[in-house]
């Protein structure tokens, strides 16, 4: 028989097997302690010694623009969502230059990068339709780009819906808007709850590109405070951090949905 | 209640599944049996009102039956559908898939339709698996709750779509035995099936099906005594073949 020596077994557990609390964490602790080191080794190999002094003297614009960051994200997705619902719903209109214009809108959108569409948007579209409010014009570039993954994600949960779901109730007599609100929307959250999640730390990380047009969010917080006092290293060592702090937890909703809601698979 | 089919037609992307169907009986508990891809189960989706077919006209209790959706829904509503598998909401309770299509489609206020749904799942052996969802349930489980939730509105007529084609034999002879006593206490239904025993026995006349045509109708006990046409013998004789 295979057995695994006693000296490595405190670091091994079966795939699939669930792993004790205590055991996870002393691990989790090691691999975090042994990322510090290669960072820290590289920061003295390469001569920088981090300094962090700044945040005391900043701490106002560094809230403002984490406040800032929050919004914009918070805005974004409520309207991304709609946005993508709606396009996802268009993708399957039985009006063909509707159903074409949603297929072209989440092609364009996917397929070209954020900072292509945040300089378009603002230069261009905002010029031309005269929005020059940042922050609003950054809350819409933002809800444009989210929401054509959204739509995505709805798609891909609608299409997942299982047939015999649908013709069921149409067997028990629901009518269409029944349906709708009993069957396909209750099943549709469930599917698609952890992969939104999952999109909301996106949307937190893509608003640092809005700092390009200068919406103050934290990037560009950090972009003018380095810009005064040189410490890139410390400033976005710390900007990291703070969207860390951000998705994190996010992303543990995202895996505690993924659990809790699997119940049709 | 009486079933009148004249002329049926029905096709698919131009092949014909159904041809020419014409029947007009008395339906009490009738059992559709024939080979696979004879058009069983179209026959029965359409006699449900889930399927519409390309010609001919269907009455029933000869009262014409409108081919639009609004009148097949409400036509729909007045009967109680088995399908094959997964005819249960995922998300759902066994006691929420039997209540809610009773509270929402058929009126009833949700306290009554949540006692109408208890006292139709204990009925059937279900009074521990109420709170349960269809994957937490064994598929003969899940079949009684897909009939409990057919009967909860008293449908005038049961359609069952192989309802035991999915299950281990067990659990076969489960469902089987909820339909033969449903059977007994007055509930009409049709039912596709590849279980002669139950055809011949809780069944009183059998449809044939084959190639898309309805080759023979009859008393049970004749069509198994007695097949008139070469095909039914000789379907009959295949599905003897391996029985003990």
């Avoid at chain 1, 378009?120 to 922050?135: E, K, L, S």
């Avoid at chain 2, 029947?23 to 508990?29: K, P, R, T």
Wanted: net charge neutral; aromatic share 8%; glycine share 8%.
């Amino acid at each position: 028989m295979n057995r695994t020596p006693a000296i490595i077994r405190p670091f091994t557990a079966r795939a699939g097997a669930p792993v004790r609390p205590a055991k996870a964490a002393l691990n989790y602790l090691a691999v975090c302690v042994a990322v510090i080191a290669v960072v820290w080794a590289s920061l003295a190999a390469a001569g920088i010694s981090l300094n962090f002094d700044f945040v005391a003297q900043y701490r106002v614009r560094l809230w403002d623009g984490f406040c800032m960051t929050v919004g914009i994200s918070a805005a974004s997705l409520v309207i991304s969502l709609a946005l993508g619902v709606l396009v996802a719903a268009g993708q399957g209109a039985r009006l063909l230059p509707l159903r074409y214009l949603c297929d072209l809108y989440v092609k364009i959108i996917r397929g070209t990068p954020l900072i292509v569409q945040v300089y378009f948007f603002y230069y261009i579209i905002g010029t031309a339709w005269g929005i020059d409010n940042r922050v609003l014009a950054g809350i819409v570039i933002l809800s444009l780009f989210s929401g054509a993954y959204i739509a995505e994600i709805v798609r891909g949960s609608l299409l997942s819906i299982d047939a015999g779901q649908l013709e069921a109730a149409r067997a028990v007599g629901f009518t269409r808007a029944q349906t709708l609100r009993y069957v396909v929307a209750p099943q549709l959250v469930a599917r698609t709850l952890p992969a939104l999640t999952g999109q909301v730390a996106s949307i937190i990380k893509d608003s640092s590109l809005l700092s390009v047009i200068a919406v103050i969010e934290l990037t560009q917080t950090i972009r003018e405070i380095t810009a005064t006092n040189y410490n890139f290293f410390g400033g976005f060592l710390l900007l990291g951090a703070l969207y860390l702090v951000l998705t994190l937890p996010i992303m543990a909703i995202s895996r505690h949905f993924e659990k809790r809601l699997d119940y049709a698979h | 209640m009486r079933i009148s089919l004249d002329h049926l037609c029905k096709s698919f992307d131009g092949v014909e599944v159904l041809r020419d169907i014409t029947f007009n009986e008395e339906v009490s508990a009738l059992a559709i049996i024939g080979p696979s891809g004879g058009g069983k189960s179209t026959l029965l989706h359409i006699i449900g009102g889930l399927e519409t077919p390309t010609s001919g006209t269907m009455a029933v209790d000869g009262q014409p039956i409108d081919f639009d959706e609004a009148s097949l829904r409400a036509y729909r509503t007045t009967l109680g559908f088995v399908f094959q598998d997964s005819g249960l909401f995922h998300h759902m309770s066994a006691l929420e898939n039997v209540a809610l299509p009773l509270h929402v489609v058929h009126g009833v206020g949700a306290p009554e339709a949540d006692d109408r749904a208890r006292e139709l799942l204990a009925r059937l052996g279900l009074k521990d698996a109420l709170a349960k969802r269809p994957a937490q349930l064994s598929g003969g489980q899940k079949q009684r709750v897909a009939i409990a939730r057919a009967l909860a509105a008293r449908p005038r007529l049961l359609l069952l779509d192989e309802p035991t084609s999915a299950l281990d034999p067990e659990f076969t002879t489960e469902v089987l035995d909820v339909v033969r006593d449903l059977a007994e206490e007055g509930t009409r239904f049709i039912i596709v099936t590849h279980e002669m025993g139950f055809a011949r026995h809780a069944c009183d006349h059998v449809a044939f099906l084959y190639g898309g045509r309805l080759l023979e109708y009859g008393p049970s006990e004749r069509i198994f005594a007695h097949p008139e046409t070469p095909e039914l013998s000789r379907f009959l004789s295949r599905l003897l073949e391996w029985s003990m």
